[in-house]
């Protein structure tokens, strides 16, 4: 291709409302390089459930509630535009693009998985797709799969038989800019200061922390940002156990960086994880962060009794809230910037764009 010629890049995604995922490739799609990318965003969903604010580039949506729905207008939307390559992000989406690629000879298409989807299935209501023909089938036909750790991309080539060659790895961004300067941590008399951040749902693992936390006899104040089907239940729980005056709870904020700055401790209870960028973004302000062992990427960001804990059972998650340890808040916020801010990984999708064309 021309060297002079922009690489055209669509981001689809099924919807930019509050997520993880969501907000990474909203970041990325908008910070390429604008000398060497032209980059446009396709949400299946309506605009009036987006969250994110997209100012940079150009969004279309195409207002549908399901990803399949959505196929007549995704074919019709490539044709029309031909970019050089399609990235999209998030389970159906991905199947479906899959299924689609070899309609268009001239695309390079490239999929972000955003979970560890054999332990995923364990706590989905949904009933999956699994590893069936048309899975394996929809993925071999797209030409790389993006993971976001080791753990992921083992999973996923297992589960789907993909070869290395495949796959590339790359951890999610740290989009809060800069590293902050970091003010020293007041914390009244003997209150140790505990923050969550993450939807409310059974792999969280939300319920395991109150169950250490009722057993915890120093004074502590625990707050929970997030929302989602296990509400109801833990809401309920935290009364049984006797933790209501002590947690409060925030369904959604734009300030989390500010409260995680605010607190001693991150509290993460998951029995999976993809990519966890609430612990990424806890440990970028600075808060070190306690967490269960769990499959996914967790302990590529965490270092123990460096920049936080991961322990294997709820009595050693007991200890570590009995723990004084006095942290290096700057050494936390550096051992994350090294490896994960956003000029790092926007070279690296930067890197992966350029060589499939």
């Given at each position: 291709?021309?060297?002079?010629?922009?690489?055209?890049?669509?981001?689809?995604?099924?919807?930019?409302?509050?997520?993880?995922?969501?907000?990474?490739?909203?970041?990325?799609?908008?910070?390429?390089?604008?000398?060497?990318?032209?980059?446009?965003?396709?949400?299946?969903?309506?605009?009036?459930?987006?969250?994110?604010?997209?100012?940079?580039?150009?969004?279309?949506?195409?207002?549908?509630?399901?990803?399949?729905?959505?196929?007549?207008?995704?074919?019709?939307?490539?044709?029309?535009?031909k970019p050089d390559i399609v990235f999209s992000s998030i389970g159906h989406l991905n199947t479906l693009i899959g299924i689609l690629s070899p309609l268009f000879k001239n695309i390079k298409f490239v999929i972000r998985e955003a979970s560890v989807v054999s332990v995923m299935q364990k706590f989905s209501a949904k009933k999956s797709i699994g590893k069936n023909f048309l899975s394996k089938w929809a993925f071999s036909n797209v030409d790389k799969v993006v993971c976001q750790s080791i753990d992921m991309a083992n999973d996923f080539k297992n589960l789907y038989d993909l070869n290395d060659t495949n796959i590339v790895i790359?951890?999610?961004?740290?989009?809060?800019g800069q590293p902050a300067s970091i003010k020293k941590k007041k914390t009244p008399s003997n209150t140790k200061k505990f923050i969550t951040v993450g939807r409310l749902s059974k792999e969280k693992g939300h319920h395991r922390v109150l169950n250490?936390?009722?057993?915890?006899?120093?004074?502590?104040?625990?707050?929970?940002?997030?929302d989602g089907p296990e509400r109801a239940n833990l809401i309920e729980q935290m009364d049984r156990l006797g933790l209501s005056d002590k947690i409060t709870h925030i369904p959604?904020?734009?300030?989390?960086?500010?409260?995680?700055?605010?607190n001693d401790l991150y509290l993460q209870g998951s029995y999976?994880?993809?990519?966890?960028?609430?612990?990424?973004?806890?440990?970028?302000?600075?808060?070190?962060?306690?967490?269960?062992?769990?499959?996914?990427?967790?302990?590529?960001?965490?270092?123990?009794?460096?920049?936080?804990?991961?322990?294997?059972?709820?009595?050693?998650?007991?200890?570590?809230?009995?723990?004084?340890?006095?942290?290096?808040?700057?050494?936390?916020?550096?051992?994350?910037?090294?490896?994960?801010s956003a000029q790092i990984i926007l070279e690296k999708y930067q890197n992966l764009f350029t060589s499939l064309c």
């Open positions: 291709m021309n060297s002079q010629k922009k690489i055209s890049i669509v981001f689809m995604i099924p919807t930019l409302s509050t997520g993880g995922a969501e907000r990474v490739i909203s970041f990325i799609s908008q910070n390429l390089d604008s000398k060497l990318f032209q980059s446009q965003l396709l949400v299946i969903d309506k605009k009036e459930n987006s969250t994110f604010n997209i100012e940079k580039i150009p969004v279309t949506y195409l207002n549908k509630t399901r990803v399949l729905h959505a196929a007549p207008q995704i074919i019709h939307f490539l044709y029309k535009q790359i951890g999610n961004p740290i989009t809060s250490v936390l009722a057993r915890l006899e120093r004074e502590f104040s625990y707050l929970i940002i997030g959604y904020t734009d300030n989390v960086n500010y409260y995680l700055s605010e999976v994880e993809g990519f966890p960028n609430a612990v990424l973004e806890s440990c970028a302000a600075g808060t070190p962060v306690l967490a269960f062992a769990a499959p996914g990427g967790t302990n590529e960001i965490l270092e123990h009794n460096i920049n936080g804990f991961i322990v294997e059972n709820e009595e050693a998650f007991l200890k570590c809230l009995c723990s004084d340890k006095e942290w290096n808040h700057e050494f936390i916020q550096n051992s994350v910037y090294s490896k994960f």
